[in-house]
């Protein structure tokens, strides 16, 4: 079974340029969390899709945002780049129906650049 | 509010030392216990789980017990060796409520 993919790998972006991270997750997963990885913050949660609705949402401003196709794959976006955006962002899935615990697999995230 | 608190490190040991990272979490309920761990350069992989109190989950020689009591999850690892120097989060889910990862602990084994 393949494992979560995200695209692109690497991205290099200039302040107020905007940018879009794609993720597919593992066939059958339905939920696609999001997460941003810095040295100083760790790791902090987006915000999470399932069945192509947000269904939870960490704490981060609205230049942030994110959708779910029909197929479960995701993308993310943010608008207006500051130079604090620059991170390793991460894309988990997993089955979880929100009945369940469930396991969260991660792809190999986008480390994001911003000049 | 779920939380996870875990020791941040950098915990450097000698190949062969025996390893403990402390793992302690908040939540109401009883939520499913996780450490991941993250290599150099690349996203974070499941190490092991434990679902319910008195679990115990294991994985290439690491090992760590559900302890519904002291509110726990300790890592263990009886001899470490430099391939295992990587960053380690400890992580609960409870019941379709967000992932909470604690800050990770960075791990250095020495030859």
């Known amino acids: 079974k393949a494992g979560v993919t995200q695209t692109p790998r690497y991205l290099i972006k200039t302040r107020g340029q905007q940018v879009t991270l794609s993720c597919s997750p593992i066939?059958?997963?339905?939920?696609v969390s999001w997460y941003q990885q810095t040295p100083g913050q760790g790791l902090q949660f987006l915000f999470e899709?399932?069945?192509?609705?947000?269904?939870n949402k960490g704490n981060f401003p609205g230049r942030f945002s994110g959708r779910q196709f029909s197929n479960s794959r995701s993308e993310m976006n943010v608008s207006t780049l500051e130079l604090g955006d620059s991170a390793l962002y991460l894309c988990?899935?997993?089955?979880?129906?929100?009945?369940?615990?469930?396991?969260?697999?991660f792809g190999p995230g986008t480390r994001l650049t911003v000049l | 509010g779920n939380s996870v608190t875990q020791m941040e490190g950098p915990v450097t040991l000698s190949e062969e030392a025996f390893l403990t990272i402390n793992c302690t979490y908040t939540?109401?309920?009883?939520?499913?216990l996780f450490w991941y761990v993250q290599y150099p350069g690349e996203g974070l992989q499941l190490l092991l789980k434990?679902?319910?109190?008195?679990d115990k989950g294991s994985n290439k020689g690491f090992e760590a017990t559900y302890r519904k009591e002291t509110t726990s999850f300790h890592l263990e690892k009886g001899s470490v060796q430099v391939s295992d120097s990587a960053v380690y989060f400890c992580?609960?889910?409870?019941?379709?409520?967000?992932?909470?990862f604690g800050p990770g602990t960075r791990l250095s084994v020495l030859p």
């Open positions: 988990a899935s997993s089955f979880n129906s929100g009945i369940i615990t469930d396991t969260q697999y």
């Open positions: 066939s059958g997963h339905r939920s």
């Open positions: 899709y399932f069945s192509e609705t947000q269904r």
């Open positions: 939540a109401t309920g009883y939520p499913s």
């Open positions: 434990a679902t319910k109190a008195d």
């Open positions: 992580a609960l889910d409870n019941y379709g409520q967000n992932f909470v």
